[in-house]
């Protein structure tokens, strides 16, 4: 018998190392040929771990959450034979990014997903003064009873004592008072205690709750907080927030929606968005750019790349519609439609999830009034949408109702200065405000 040691594998794009973020196997597991034993995170993909031979695990060399350098042994496999010590695996290359389906069907706003975990043990309850072989107190026998307090009175106490009643559970009505006009002292606590302190008095439909739960950053989670750390930290934001009246705009929503043909999607308010971003960013190209800080080089694109920010059941991802400018309204539409499918799914392909020059982001209905959106690094700007609400506008002779939306919009302001944010959201309102324009070209 023999040993095959599998070592992390290089998963190219100059990636030194990755995140474990599942096991598939144990020690004393038989595996065969082609068997998937782990899979692994880089900062763009889960990539699956497949056995190159057939045995039995003998050794793990890393837990969930660990980072592994490339080329580390990862686990050891016993198989019949001399063994390869220090043979190094063949990789699967998928390029798709492994995402848990969801148990129930997607919805539009935000699922939560529970976390199974069991509950830390409950603390012991002090050990009795005599049990625990202290000298016993003089103290009667019993507590005396409660009512020494007169119904709805408020037992006199310190702030200490309060606190330590209160994390100890007690109801302070049922210790006995010894301090001067009737104050209960630490020692009348600790007399309580010694005794076994009887719970709180329950009100029915209520209970006190004391479990605590640990949830350790891995995986999908993981490289969203790493990347929202990243863009907080090294970008600095301003945020540009402006109402605007898309009535005329959901009217054409609207006419559009009635009109399309069976193969077509709906429209939602993104299609036009994009198609408006489209338009503002040929007049201003350092908006539709990326800023590589360490080399100091901005890279202004003359493709538009859309991020769309999607809340998935693993987190927060950001497929990419590529090409946004060679799209139509309902080309755009479809292809946004795929992509959030593909995403919550688990089936976005590698490419689909990268190389956005602009992103947008939405909560939909539960988009607020105001929002400061974090920018996608590397890029220099990201759309925030928020909700539509129906408010009453000054026409100068009456009010009348209008459909009104704010854009919550940030920008990096070491590329972007104030004055071209301002006239980049006012351009998007001009078009968003008269829809005819986003389809008349040039």
Known sequence: MG???????????????????????????????DMVLAAVMTD????????????????????????????????????????????????????????PAPAVPPVESADVIPLERAPRPEKPAPPRQEEAGAPRRDAPAAPPAAARHEPGEKPLASPAVRLRAQEAGIDLRQVPATGPAGRITHDDLDQFLARGAQPAIAVPGLARKTATEEIKVTGMRRRIAEKMRLAASRIPHITYVEEVDVTDLEDLRAT??????????????????????VKTLGEQPGINATFDDNAGIITRHSAVHVGIATQTPAGLTV????????????????????LAEAARNGTAAREELSGSTITITSLGALGGIVTTPIINHPEVAIVGVNKIMTRPVWDGTQFIPRKIMNLSSSFDHRVVDGWDAAVFVQRLKALLETPALIFIEG
């Open 3 to 33: 040993e095959f040691v599998i070592k992390m594998p290089d998963v190219g794009e100059g990636v030194a190392e990755a995140e474990l973020v599942e096991w598939h196997v144990k020690p004393g597991d038989p595996v065969r040929e």
């Open 44 to 99: 763009k993909a889960t990539v699956e771990i497949p056995s190159p031979v057939d045995g039995i695990v003998l050794w793990l060399g890393a837990e969930v959450g660990d980072t592994v350098a490339v080329k580390a042994p990862l686990l050891r496999i016993e198989i019949e034979g001399e063994g390869h010590a220090t043979a190094d695996t063949a990789m699967k290359p998928p390029a798709k990014i492994e995402i």
């Open 256 to 277: 559009m929606n009635a009109g399309k043909k069976s193969d077509q999607p709906k429209l939602t308010i993104l299609p036009f968005l994009m198609r408006a971003l």
């Open 319 to 338: 497929p990419v519609v590529r090409h946004a400018e060679a799209r139509s309204i309902w080309d755009s539409a479809a292809e946004l439609t795929r």
